[in-house]
């Protein structure tokens, strides 16, 4: 069975050579086309049945749902506040049955508003397995890697210049977690870019990483008009405990 909470998935990276800049004329483009081999119906269609996908298939579906009209990157996700209290009384030495048939209920509401949240994708990973279906734990762990892997190619995260693209806020804490790092409390650093610091410096065969940039400029796009990010904003994120953001 995958380790819970975020196994080491991916490492701490030098700087990518050719990052994969989400091109958004391109995305609406193919993913609006019926006859696109990235119509985002068919596409979503594929990865709700937990069919096997490709690199460039989830980089227009990560992207492409930022069209679709379930995104609002604001709203409250009542699902994955149940999920988080629920992961507080985990035993993942032993996990209890019913809990798992709960906690993939909760995972699946959530991602109807969220669906590519690698936190509810890494729980499927670990209550699939608990329960002994080893299908659905491999395709929701292919889930989980080719969404991870969707936003680190998207840029290196080491300048403001070359952020990794989110669509959701939660999504950056993730990423950092993924590569077994501590995030401290993300810094709005423009209009459409944070930067996420780390607890601790880590060095790569290239340098030092002291932190990550994020491009939020679609969860900006999309925000209410009275919102404004400002004020502190809080995650409860995996085992991390909570995280404020202003």
Known sequence: MKRFIFALCMMLLPALALPKIPDEEDILRKTMDSS?????????????????????????????????????????????????????????????????????SVCTEAMYADPFNPTVLNMMVFAHGALGDKVKEEAYYNHLQGVLNTIMTSGDGRTDKYPMHIIMFSHAVDVVSSMGVEPKRAEIISRNVEYIPLAEPRRVPDGKIKGFYFDYSRIYRNKPDDVTFKRERTWQFNNLGVREYK
């Open 36 to 104: 696109s081999p990235f119509y985002y119906p068919s596409l979503l269609m594929r990865y709700n049945n937990l069919e096997h996908m490709s690199e460039e298939e989830y980089h227009y579906l990560y992207y492409g749902f930022a069209y679709h009209e379930n995104y609002k990157p604001m709203a409250t996700n009542n699902a994955i506040t149940d999920l988080y209290a629920s992961m507080m009384t985990l035993n993942t030495d032993e996990p209890d049955r019913e809990q798992m048939q709960y906690i993939i």
